[in-house]
């Protein structure tokens, strides 16, 4: 699909026994950015070799995945379908920017309520979708399927088996499933959770097949979609500084537990570690809106 460089960039901290990069997925696409990008290669080629003219998928308001799949299906020539959580915003005068942005790609949009929405992976569901519409490709909320996984096994290169660990945020784990996956043995993967969810570990054994990993469950800053300003005063700093932007759902969250982590000497001395950007900072613009209306300080872009 896309051919850019990936490189990992060097983040400079006080603490100069510790080296700290970032590789720069999030430079792979404007929207299908990042893990969009892995989680989607393998499942868009399926859908072709299937002849699916349809790619139909879930997601919340603010989802990166919904603008990735509607990106995507405008590259590449699928007609879109985005099952959307929350039938009451069906009848709001604007949607926010993520969905006028898949809404602008030609994804159509359909509002379920919450209810519904929690049913999406029982099969009378997926049979009534069936119904509706024409021989789809489905791929999951947040994209996360086996065709996912085997994607994000090439988010980590040859020249990265030197890291001691590898840092990433996680959703639905499917991200973090692939990096496990593809990782030598001798590496520690950390997971930071952007939501509260008890069943996120057992998620991740159904993919990952090595046991080097461990979740870091304190920073998701009260649940998915969750911020304090705090967060923002980091991700600003960090952009700032380093001059590289952070989402404030995932990678944010991220980031400011692994400066945490570093001040409170959870890694021990001369640790190489290595942190994923995977990307999502299309969501951006509608978190602005929100932070407008509360009048919070805004994530300068
Ligand atoms: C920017 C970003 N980073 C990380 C994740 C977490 O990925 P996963 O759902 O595979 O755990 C997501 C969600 O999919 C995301 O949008």
Redesign the pocket.
Known sequence: MFNTPIYNQNISIKNKSISLKIKREDLIHPFIS???YR?LKFNLKEAKTLNSKFLLTFGGAFS??IAAVASAGKEYDFSTIGVIRGEELEFKKDLNSTLEFAKACGMHLKFISREDYRNKTNSDFIEKLKNEFDNFYLIPE???NDLAVKGCEEILQLQDETFDYIC?????????SGIINASKKHQKILGFP?LKNNFIQEDIRKFAAQDNWQLITDYHFGGYGKIKPELITFINRFNKNQNILL?P???GKMMFGIFDLIEKKFFPKNSKILTIH???LQGITGMNEMLQRKKLPLIEI
Not at 168 to 176: D, F, N, Q, R, S
Request: glycine share 30%.
């Open positions: 990042g893990n969009k989680k990166n995945h947040g994209g996360t990433c945020a996680v959703g639905t784990g499917g991200t973090i952007a989402d759902i995932y990678t995977t990307g999502g």
